[in-house]
């Protein structure tokens, strides 16, 4: 099962379980939709992932951990604040129910992670369809390695970033790549999805690699170039 609850504006939940086990739940926004849908449904939780500390990432956590106080809450060191159960940046992370491997992921935050496990990333405000996220803290260079990790990841390995920036991305993409005919491909895709109010994402490194150059960006000077000319598009 692979779920993604619209929040707020933007935002999605990612809601993540094998057949017949608990669920994990990726970032939480806030919590309406998800207590609605787990009560409808009669889901239970194996643990709640953050990714980074970013109030749009992190409002309902409150909310959360007073209704279901005996799930186990995971998040960087930069999310403390929110009661962690266990401060988590990288390696191995097992669960009652996963193994799923944490890797650093800053740039957008400093101490911001990303989670892949059987064969899912849910990368927060680190990577987007056809973008990366704003690097908020100057660190470019941390950011291109976090970018440089993700391609390395295989191919049908399915993305699911926290926020629904295609189209947006997608327009910079156009405007700055040569060879459009992938991009415009997707964007006529993603632009019916969005008519139909459904979510752009997951998408796939395999497509991104043919859609995002900040992932593909060969050296630090090009992905530098290209963040700070999307910081003003």
Same mark, same amino acid.
């Given at each position: 099962m692979l779920i993604p609850i619209p929040a707020l504006n933007d935002n999605y939940i990612w809601l993540y379980a094998r057949e017949n086990l608990p669920l994990l739940i990726v970032d939480?926004?806030?919590?309406?939709?998800?207590?609605?849908?787990?009560?409808?449904?009669?889901?239970?939780?194996?643990?709640?992932?953050?990714?980074?500390?970013?109030?749009?990432?992190t409002n309902g956590v409150a909310a959360f951990k007073q209704r279901f106080p005996q799930v186990p809450i995971y998040g960087p060191a930069e999310c403390a604040a929110c009661g962690l159960t266990q401060v988590i940046?990288?390696?191995?992370?097992?669960?009652?129910? %996963?193994?799923?491997?944490?890797?650093? =992921?800053?740039?957008?935050?400093?101490?911001?992670? =990303? %989670?892949?496990?059987?064969?899912?990333?849910?990368?927060?405000?680190?990577?987007? =369809?056809?973008?990366?996220?704003?690097?908020f803290t100057g660190d470019y260079a941390q950011m291109f390695?976090?970018?440089?990790?993700?391609?390395?990841?295989?191919?049908?390995?399915? $993305?699911?970033?926290?926020?629904? %920036?295609t189209l947006s991305n997608l327009a910079f993409v156009q405007n700055i790549w040569a060879n459009k005919s992938a991009v415009e491909n997707?964007?006529?895709? $993603?632009?019916?999805?969005?008519?139909?109010?459904?979510? =752009?994402?997951?998408t796939t490194i395999g497509l991104e690699k043919h859609i995002n150059p900040f992932l593909?960006?060969?050296?630090?000077?090009?992905f530098t170039q290209l963040r700070q000319a999307k910081d003003t598009f």
């Open positions: 939480l926004p806030e919590t309406d939709k998800l207590f609605h849908l787990l009560e409808e449904q009669h889901l239970s939780v194996d643990a709640l992932l953050l990714t980074h500390n970013h109030a749009d990432h940046n990288e390696g191995d992370l097992i669960t009652e129910h %996963y193994r799923i491997q944490v890797l650093p =992921s800053g740039g957008h935050t400093a101490q911001h992670v =990303s %989670y892949w496990v059987d064969g899912h990333l849910f990368c927060g405000d680190a990577l987007f =369809s056809a973008g990366c996220g704003r690097v390695a976090t970018m440089q990790r993700f391609a390395a990841l295989p191919d049908d390995t399915i $993305v699911c970033p926290g926020h629904e %920036y997707h964007r006529v895709l $993603v632009a019916q999805l969005r008519a139909e109010n459904k979510p =752009s994402l997951p593909t960006a060969t050296n630090l000077a090009q």
